[in-house]
């Protein structure tokens, strides 16, 4: 693991101008990779983004939701450009065009790696990556942070979990049924649902309740 560490490090470092890579962020998770040899790789790459000029990261879909289960900030913590793409033929890093280094099992650099220093078949891989690229679609931006519950919304949420009837609820908080109707329409709105019955559940996850 050493020699792979200082391997991909050196590599990293030596980046001055592009750094491409097919990357599976998820194909770790569950694995027993030590934690240190996942933080290398990270760092590896985030500290080549200070000084290279282009970082295109490739990553497939499926990979990213299952990283943003696990860690709310996967996506935001790809450095540099990333765009996703239905899959990806195998885990790569070509460093300004003149090396790349690919896991020996296609997956999972932690099992050794394949420093290809060829012109042709570096050039190939540049290529493939250039047809992903241009086939892959940019990551969403992540949406802010939800505010505090809009004070005149909370009497209706409550309402709401309670269980009352919309005839109930209006005369209850004192206003007329087409008044509270807007307001339900405008709480579902806030909590991003346009289901009663999942607007509990969402309330409690943005700490409403």
């Not at 000029?53 to 879909?61: A, C, F, L, M």
């Amino acid at each position: 693991m050493r020699q792979i560490c200082a391997t991909l490090a050196a590599l990293t470092e030596s980046a001055r101008h592009e750094l491409l890579t097919f990357d599976d962020p998820a194909a770790c998770l569950g694995l027993p990779i030590p934690e240190p040899f996942l933080e290398l790789a990270d760092t590896c790459v985030r500290t080549a983004r200070e000084r290279v000029d282009t970082v295109r990261q490739i990553v497939p879909r499926h990979a990213l939701s299952r990283v943003t289960a696990a860690d709310a900030a996967g996506a935001a913590r790809l450095p540099g450009r990333a765009r996703l793409t239905q899959s990806i033929p195998f885990k790569m890093i070509v460093v300004d065009r003149t090396v790349a280094a690919i896991p020996l099992d296609l997956e999972l650099l932690y099992n050794g790696l394949l420093l290809i220093r060829d012109p042709v078949v570096v050039q190939a891989l540049v290529r493939a990556h250039h047809a992903w690229w241009e086939t892959g679609e940019d990551i969403p931006a992540r949406p802010a942070p939800p505010g505090p519950l809009p004070a005149h919304l909370r009497p209706v949420l409550e309402a709401l979990l309670a269980g009352l009837t919309d005839e109930t609820a209006a005369a209850r908080l004192g206003i007329s049924g087409r008044t509270y109707s807007r307001r339900v329409g405008e709480l579902l709105t806030a909590l991003g649902t346009t289901s009663r019955f999942r607007a509990g559940a969402e309330a409690a996850r943005r700490g409403w309740l």
